[in-house]
């Protein structure tokens, strides 16, 4: 189009004289290509509006998917609270990810794509993740991870969690 543009001026500045321009047979050739691009650029853009409010709706349908991914990186990086040694990039993370997407089960059906996302990551975290820790410490890995879950699908109760980590508190009246 800037192309067009500089043409359509370079035309216009040629021909000094309104009646030049007039019979300039170049010049109306590059008007006519610039109306044919002009239509052709605004019918791409509707279509490429349409193809982004299709990826956006099925971006929507993947957000549990990003949701645990988002739930097991910070879990992991809780990690390092446990011994500095448990420390885990972004990058390797992402990979990981990368990983799962490609060899976790196919299906058409987008709940069950998300059920098969999930369940494959979430295991090829934990199997790799348990590699690096401590035999002391995957106990408390899986129990910690376990919680996050739960907690993300809305599973596990605040109160009943913090009941489990500290037993009753204050005062028994008997």
Known sequence: ???IEDKILNGLTKNEKIADILEDDELINILDESKTTSD???RNLKESEVAEREIDRTREL???VAYRASVL???IIDLAAIDPMYQYSLQWFAGLFGTSVDNSAKSNDTQTRIKNLNGHFTLSLYENVCRSL???HKLLFSLILCAK???GDKKLDPEEWRYFLTGPSGSIDV
């Open 134 to 136: 401590f035999e002391k």
């Open 40 to 42: 052709e650029i605004k």
């Open 73 to 75: 990186f910070f879990t």
């Open 1 to 3: 189009m800037i192309d």
């Open 62 to 64: 993947f957000r549990p």
């Open 149 to 151: 879950i739960l907690f």
